[in-house]
């Protein structure tokens, strides 16, 4: 089966956005297929963390639409978003720093598990213990099972982030969408990052739609890239072709 | 509900039952009343503020509304005393959720503001419209059920910490099921709740509302019970009251609605001996408190327990 046989799960169509002045994306159009690990890179302020606010549904756009296993998602508000099965992470850390760590994936499992409020209140029992081993399980395949009576916000940047990608899984997704994931990271974090964000995609099947600076990380694991500079797509392709677009290159280039 | 909170409601429930039998100075029974209807009234705020991340200024309102609707519907329309309570917690809910919708999808606390208002409408309205006006009005029959008429200091304490521990059931329930912890996770990033897919503007109405369902049904006991009712007992004072018990019990344990009571309600009465300086030493207590246990008398002691246990 060639790749182009594949669905497309998530498509932007037409996207524009600005703030008072600054028009953040212009006429933003690209699709990501399903299963795939699609990178979206760029130089700082491209617009990158305004598109996935947009596919999220915290930031609303001026115009366009998005669609997402094929229905259009424009104007829904974020919780029915995860709800149809999209999850994100953030790229200036969004834990729940206050709740330890097993609690930070109970939240997540909250929406494919919740009883109601006034049941909540008469279930002497508590959370059902199936939930907590749930969230173990989901602990021990971010790597962070022994950190599990840890508040939060003890925990160091990398494990954060580990956190709020186990979170995200914990909604049950089928696209989740990565801002800057390796930020604050060391190499040796990093790498295990990059083997993380690959079994996700092959043993959950999960498409996974990464913003991220770290170019080796980049490379090493997306089927796909699609480059923003100034709100606009530049280039767009497999690794190989976009290392050497000449466009891309001096985009970079342009920034230091 | 956890192990531990089972054991400390269970203590609380056989120290209710034999408390009356124990004591029988009236005025110590009359006393853990008024603890009780302030604990069942904070308790509301406390899981608001706590767990929802919002401040109500307008307690006295629900409170007074639910004490007066109670009231008028058993005194004029001759209703039930339950019948009258319960309608009276209805429409207390109902002006919930109309007051919450346009304050809580809006980010910040426009609910502060809202309720604040409200609490100011309804003192207003009381004094203006209710029965008696100003100086109030008596004859609300006492609270009876299955045809059989609550008279004595100890029935009415029964009655009103019945309700307190059902009402501290259900928070400590909530509290322990996975909306708490969405509950909780709202009040760390909202950002991140409502990409988990949390609902946070409807949780944070359903929490609005159940604590304008403690405080009304707080208010409804309170008019049965004193049988006497006027306008001055609901004013912003008294919700600014409310808020002292809940920040001084704590806003991060619910036990703390109820510790937060007892020392709120207890204080005036053992400062009464101070004659004219009570109101100075009652001011320089709050505010000691407030300065030096930021987290509130609940969670202090856990701390502090927690290290004893651990050497
Ligand atoms: N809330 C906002 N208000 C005003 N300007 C914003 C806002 N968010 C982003 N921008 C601007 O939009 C542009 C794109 O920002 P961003 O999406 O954060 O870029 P990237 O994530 O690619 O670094 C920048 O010029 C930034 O300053
Ligand atoms: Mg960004």
């Known amino acids: 089966m060639g790749k182009s046989d594949k669905k497309m799960i998530l498509e932007i169509k037409n996207v524009s956005k600005s703030f008072g002045g600054i028009k953040a994306l212009k006429n933003i159009n690209f699709s990501v297929k399903e299963g795939e690990i699609h990178a979206l890179i760029g130089p700082n302020g491209a617009g990158k963390t305004t598109l996935l606010n947009i596919i999220s549904g915290i930031e609303k756009m001026d115009s366009g639409d998005i669609r997402f296993k094929n229905f259009s998602i424009k104007g829904k508000p974020p919780y029915k978003r995860a709800a149809l099965g999209l999850a994100r992470t953030f790229q200036n850390l969004e834990i729940f720093g206050n709740l330890k760590v097993f609690e930070n994936i109970l939240a997540g499992l909250y929406v494919r598990n919740q009883k109601g409020f006034l049941k909540s209140g008469i279930t002497l029992k508590g959370i059902d213990k199936d939930l907590i081993t749930q969230s173990l399980s989901i602990l021990e395949y971010v790597n962070l099972l022994n950190k599990k009576d840890e508040l939060a916000k003890n925990l160091p940047i990398g494990e954060q982030r580990l956190l709020e990608l186990g979170r995200a899984i914990a909604t049950e997704p089928q696209l989740i969408l990565l801002d800057e994931p390796a930020a604050g990271l060391n190499m040796r974090e990093t790498k295990n990052l990059s083997q993380l964000i690959q079994k996700i995609r092959n043993e959950k099947a999960i498409t996974i739609l990464i913003v991220e600076h770290d170019m080796e990380l980049v490379m090493g694991i997306s089927d796909m890239i699609t480059v923003l500079n100034f709100g606009e797509v530049i280039a767009e392709g497999e690794p190989i072709m976009i290392q050497k677009n000449p466009s891309v290159i001096s985009a970079y280039l342009g920034e230091d | ?311």
């Not at chain 2, 309608?87 to 346009?102: T, Y």
């Not at chain 2, 059902?166 to 909530?174: E, H, K, R």
């Not at chain 2, 208010?219 to 009712?229: E, P, Q, R, S, W």
């Not at chain 2, 004013?235 to 510790?259: C, D, E, K, P, R």
């Open chain 2, 1 to 311: 509900m956890s192990k531990g909170n089972a054991i400390v409601l269970f203590i609380l429930g056989i120290f209710i039952i034999f408390l009356p039998q124990i004591i029988t100075d009236n005025y110590i029974l009359t006393i853990g009343i008024f603890i009780g209807i302030n604990a069942l009234v904070a308790m509301g705020l406390t899981i608001l503020m706590g767990y929802a991340g919002q401040i109500s200024l307008g307690q006295a309102g629900f409170y007074g509304l639910g004490a007066y609707v109670s009231a008028i519907l058993s005194l004029k329309f001759g209703l039930p005393v339950p019948l009258s309570v319960f309608i009276a917690i209805f429409i207390a809910s109902l002006i919930a959720v109309i007051l919450a919708i346009p304050s809580l999808r809006l980010k910040g606390h426009y609910l502060a503001v809202a309720t604040l208002g409200f609490g100011e409408i309804i003192h207003i309205i009381l004094n203006e419209w209710g029965p008696g006006g100003p100086s109030g009005f008596g004859d609300i029959p006492p609270f009876s059920i299955f045809g059989y008429t609550l008279s004595s200091t100890g029935e009415y304490f029964y009655l009103i910490w019945i309700f307190v521990i059902l009402a501290m059931t259900f928070s400590l329930n909530l509290i322990h099921s996975l909306t708490g912890k969405a509950l909780r996770a709202i009040h760390d990033s909202e950002l991140a709740s409502v990409s988990l897919g949390i609902n946070i503007t409807k949780l944070k109405i359903k929490v609005f509302v159940l604590s304008s369902i403690y405080a009304s049904l707080a208010g409804a006991l309170y008019a049965h019970y004193v049988t006497f009712l006027s306008p001055s007992g609901f004013s912003l004072f008294y919700s600014i009251l409310i808020l002292m018990m809940v920040v001084i019990g704590g806003i991060t344990n619910i036990w703390g609605a109820i510790a937060g009571a007892i020392i709120i309600t207890i204080l005036p009465e053992i400062l009464r001996g101070f004659k004219e300086i009570d109101i100075l030493i009652y001011g320089l207590i709050l505010t000691l408190c407030i300065l030096f246990m930021r987290k509130g008398i609940v969670p202090l002691f856990i701390e502090i327990w927690e290290k004893v246990i651990k050497k």
